[in-house]
Structures are given as structure tokens and as C-alpha cells.
């Protein structure tokens, strides 16, 4: 069956632009969290969403990142005025529900900030 | 002080060495582990979870000490396509409902 997927793959852009990076989580999985990784470096935790319930939020490092899940399925993560600390590697996940089971990673969009 | 700590490597082995790789954690409330791994320029994949009585999985041996908060990864007869970086992560309920990654050791098997 077709896995975790986010688009785009790389994203390069101007230092005060917002992006939009979108995942298209395993269907029926009702848990999606997003994380960055910044190059040699861990997964830092941004938001989770778990069904209807209000997403958590605390790992978003600014006001400038938002993201939200339409319908349950697929959730878009928005930067604006991306700043060059912004480059990395951000990575979507999903899990049939949340209780520790497995998590999905998709193959991640590479973004660039100049 | 970081929530999930290992040593980031790299082990360097040659092919049929055993190689251990501990981790530790922080968080006494946390309540499931696991051992994924990501190979360079990929996503992380689950290798296994960490279970009390400790588990193995072919060449791959998990085990948890929660008195000590502690957790090893122990591979034998290692492979190059062992190769990778191995991440240790804890999952945090009670309202977190999270998983906690480490930041990963990486592993190297040469010829």
C-alpha cells in the first residue's frame, strides 16, 4: 500500500518567503506529526495532530510556523518569512493512532533558504 | 540535558564484529522504546521496539533497564549494509503522546 508522502521533495527559497510543505499520511491513520532535522543532527518534534483533537503545538520553534490538518488527511506545515535557520530537512509522520505504536516517516521535503 | 542521549559515533567495525550501542533517558514516566534507523539522506524506519524482558530479532538484540533508565542495541555478525545511523527513542504518554528521538550513532562496517 502507498506510504507516507510529502511534496515537494526540495524546496529552495529567499530568506522572507513563506513556503508550504505538504503530507499526504497513510490512509486511516489518525495520528500526523511533523518533525525537523537539521543536517547531523536529531528529529526535533513541531506538532502532532491526533484525530479532531486540538493539534500540540509545543514543539513549533516561532510564530512563524503554523500548520494545520483539513478533513483529517492530509496536513500542510507553513513557514513565513523563512529566515536561513529554517533550512532543514522536515519530515512527516503518521500512526494508526497515537499510544506509542509505530510512527511512518515520509521521505521528507529538503528546504533551502538563502 | 538532553531527554534521549547516545553516543553519536561513529563506530567504525569490520564486517562480522559485534557492536553495542547504548542510550539513555531522562523521563521516568516514559513508557515504550524503540530503535529506529535512518540511512543517509533517508527517513528513519523502525528497526524494533525495547521490551522489559528484553528482545531480539535476528542479529539484533534490544535491552531496557528502566532502574537505570537505560537501553543497548546490540548487533552481531555485522553486515555493510548495517551501515547507518541507529536512533534510540522513547515514547512519552500521559498527555505528551510523543515519541523522543535521539540524535543517533552512527554505525560503519567496512569490508
Known amino acids: 500500500g502507498a506510504g507516507v508522502s510529502q511534496s515537494p521533495s526540495n524546496k529552495v527559497t529567499e530568506k522572507g518567503k513563506d513556503v508550504e510543505l505538504r503530507c499526504d499520511p497513510i490512509?486511516?491513520?489518525?495520528?500526523l506529526y511533523w518533525y525537523r532535522q537539521s543536517l547531523g543532527q536529531g528529529l526535533e518534534f513541531l506538532i502532532y495532530?491526533?484525530?479532531?483533537?486540538?493539534?500540540?503545538k509545543s514543539g513549533l520553534p516561532s510564530d512563524r510556523f503554523s500548520a494545520e490538518r483539513t478533513g483529517g488527511s492530509v496536513s500542510t506545515l507553513t513557514i513565513q518569512r523563512t529566515q536561513q535557520e529554517d533550512s532543514a530537512v522536515y519530515l512527516c509522520a503518521s500512526s494508526l493512532q497515537t499510544g506509542g505504536e509505530t510512527q511512518y516517516f515520509g521521505p521528507g521535503t529538503r528546504l533551502l533558504v538563502l | 540535558r538532553k531527554e534521549v542521549e547516545q553516543d553519536p559515533g561513529p563506530f567504525n567495525v569490520p564486517e562480522g564484529a559485534t557492536v553495542a550501542f547504548n542510550c539513555t533517558y531522562s523521563?521516568?514516566?516514559?513508557?515504550?522504546f524503540f530503535w529506529y534507523r535512518q540511512d543517509c539522506r533517508k527517513e528513519p524506519k523502525l528497526l524494533m521496539s525495547?521490551?522489559?524482558s528484553g528482545n531480539e530479532d535476528g542479529r539484533f538484540t534490544a535491552q531496557l533497564n528502566r532502574a537505570s533508565q537505560y537501553i543497548s542495541l546490540l548487533i552481531r555478525d555485522s553486515k555493510l549494509s548495517d551501515s547507518a545511523t541507529y536512533l534510540c527513542v522513547v515514547y512519552l504518554s500521559g498527555g505528551y503522546n510523543k515519541l523522543i528521538f535521539g540524535a543517533g550513532t552512527r554505525l560503519a562496517v567496512h569490508p
Open positions: 490512509s486511516g491513520h489518525t495520528a
Open positions: 495532530f491526533q484525530g479532531n483533537s486540538a493539534p500540540d
Open positions: 523521563n521516568s514516566a516514559s513508557q515504550s
Open positions: 525495547v521490551y522489559s
